[in-house]
């Protein structure tokens, strides 16, 4: 193995180990710097996630065989920087928490699920997952209050565990098994309205945003236990989150939008279209934090994160519509139809309000960042995909 | 196929109708499926932890209160569990049928019937978590649900699955039993609150009360 070989290979275990790292960091110093150490860990968790991105674990055998070190493709490599880029955006957007377990939580959460989509076996994936769940739900249900909501939390994507688990003793490609793998995928994602608990609060945040990014990423390798049914059920859960997100209306039930870019990723799943899944990815990751509400931050804006979600041009989530629908008219016309009209439905009531249809800048910096990184993403993402990196 | 192995889901349906008290037979019930199967060290293991995931529950809950909410819906659910015992055993037909090929390898490794009723348990648990409100009962459901993936990882010899299924058992006990804890009133609050009531002081023969 080459000298290069090696370094590349401990610069991806290192951008695995790193949240870890400092999730032990941000909870052993004092309340008062740890929001400062928190931003460092994260923007150095990016800086190696990117460099992850760039310099991929495989190598060439001499039959000329890729060896890969760990589980790991462009989209995979991706979805990881997409996550750390959701831990920097989370630790920017709160305030220091006095908690240390609640602060350590996201450092926590986007380690697993990093190590989560990297595993050999899919199946040990989930159990990752399911480590990553029951800490989270630990953290909050331990404090006073918090324990009914925890309950919801884990029962709600534990019964997604238990499909996903029955789904993998299945026979390979069944009609059963695809259909009990995407329902339980579903479920686990917290996709509204099948997995989404009763309540919650903002630094659900915490636990949900790594959980969801990292099952729609290991939906994607799980492709090959669920065959055609899989594919099909993924597509018609989305689109009934969608048709359910563009009814209801998302003004009055923000909840619905949260999850609109997560609907999308997982048609885009179905359909085989990664990269869009990715696109619509990085609007859930960027974007649905800021739509929390705790009280604390009434006077901030939100729209730039409602139009982010709500696939606004120029934002990553606007081209992976386009992709999207480039692609899902070759698999079906009707399923295309009715996408066309529910997002047609969902972005007539962003334009409603009379204000521009385009980018609105918002004032906060983890906004400020969060809408670089989309429009970064909307360029970047095509221009990739143009040069073969996907 | 054993005939404890098609004991252990009918013993989950009464559990999902009469509570949290039949859970033990149901962990040696599947103690005593796994164990009929063939008896190496895996299995012995998994049989113990079935046990224990069982037992625990019962004798944590004896320290509680009993929950305030009263669950109306148990037949309906208990109808709805058996229901999909029923359309699972058509659809086991209809693969037959219809794939043949794929199914009979799986049967190969695992066994048509011990793989059906390890599915059927798993599936009348979560729809006894979907189903009821109360929270004891909920997690009566998750762990009916952790006996049948038990099972069925023992049954498909895949030494991972086993090692998920004991994490989420695990986790599922642990995490519910503390949820518990933080919500349901400990029984000795109870007997305090009569012993105010009655003006009991200490040395009283509690159990006279109870007589």
Request: hydrophobic share 55%; glycine share 10%.
């Amino acid at each position: 193995m080459s000298i290069s070989t090696q370094i590349t290979i401990f610069l991806g275990a290192l951008a695995l180990v790193w949240p870890f790292i400092g999730a032990l960091l941000v909870a052993v110093v004092s309340v008062d710097r740890s929001r400062l150490w928190a931003l460092w860990v994260a923007v150095f968790g990016c800086f190696l996630t990117c460099l992850a991105f760039m310099c991929p674990t495989s190598e060439r055998s001499v039959s000329g065989n890729i060896i890969a070190m760990w589980q790991d493709d462009s989209v995979q490599r991706a979805g990881r920087v997409l996550l750390s880029f959701g831990l920097l955006l989370t630790v920017l957007e709160n305030l220091p928490l006095l908690n240390r377990g609640i602060r350590s939580l996201p450092h926590v959460s986007t380690a697993l699920s990093g190590v989560a989509c990297v595993a050999q076996d899919p199946v040990m994936g989930v159990g990752i997952l399911v480590i990553e769940l029951a800490w989270g739900v630990g953290v909050f249900a331990w404090r006073a209050g918090q324990a009914l909501a925890g309950w919801n939390l884990m029962r709600t994507r534990l019964v997604g565990v238990f499909l996903v688990f029955c789904s993998l003793t299945l026979p390979k490609g069944t009609f059963v098994t695809g259909l009990t793998l995407a329902c339980g995928v579903v479920a686990l994602a917290g996709l509204a309205p099948f997995g989404r608990s009763e309540s919650e609060e903002k630094k659900q945040m915490f636990l949900l945003l790594p959980l969801a990014t990292a099952t729609l990423l290991l939906a994607m390798r799980l492709r090959v236990f669920g065959g055609e049914a899989f594919s099909l059920t993924l597509v018609t859960a989305g689109i009934i989150s969608v048709g359910i997100t563009s009814c209801v209306g998302w003004r009055t039930e923000p909840h619905l939008l949260r999850t609109f870019p997560l609907a999308l990723g997982f048609i885009a799943v179905g359909v085989q279209a990664d990269v869009a899944a990715l696109l619509f990815l990085s609007g859930w990751c960027c974007a649905s934090g800021a739509l929390f509400d705790d009280g604390r931050d009434q006077g901030h804006d939100r729209e730039w994160a409602v139009r982010a979600l709500a696939c606004f041009p120029p934002n990553a989530p606007f081209v992976g519509c386009l992709l999207l629908l480039s692609i899902v008219p070759d698999w079906s016309w009707s399923i295309a139809t009715l996408i066309v009209v529910g997002l047609l439905l969902v972005v007539m009531q962003g334009v409603s309000d009379q204000k521009s249809i385009l980018l609105t800048w918002p004032e906060e910096a983890a906004g400020k960042l969060a809408c670089f990184l989309l429009m970064a993403m909307s360029f970047l993402v095509p221009l990739a995909m143009m040069l073969g990196a996907f | 196929m054993s005939l404890v192995a098609i004991l252990v889901p009918l013993l989950a349906l009464v559990a999902v109708v009469r509570g949290v008290w039949v859970l033990p037979l149901l962990g040696i019930a599947n103690a005593g499926a796994l164990l009929l199967g063939g008896q190496d060290r895996l299995r012995e293991s998994v049989a113990v932890l079935a046990v224990c995931f069982t037992v625990a529950p019962v004798v944590f809950l004896s320290r509680y209160q009993s929950e305030t909410h009263y669950e109306r819906s148990r037949f309906s659910v208990a109808f709805l569990a058996l229901s999909f015992m029923i359309l699972l055993v058509l659809a086991r037909v209809q693969m037959d049928v219809q794939i043949g090929v794929p199914l009979a390898a799986q049967v190969r490794v695992i066994g048509a019937g011990v793989f059906l009723s390890g599915v059927c348990t798993l599936v009348i648990g979560l729809v006894a978590v979907v189903g009821y409100r109360g929270m004891v009962w909920q997690w009566l459901g998750l762990q009916i649900s952790v006996q049948g993936a038990l099972f069925l990882a023992v049954a498909a010899q895949k030494n991972v699955l086993v090692g998920v299924a004991v994490l989420v058992g695990s986790v599922v006990l642990f995490q519910g039993g503390l949820c518990l804890h933080r919500i349901l009133p400990s029984a000795s609050a109870l007997i305090g609150g009569y012993r105010e009531s009655y003006g009991w002081q200490n040395g009283d023969d509690e159990n006279a009360y109870y007589g």
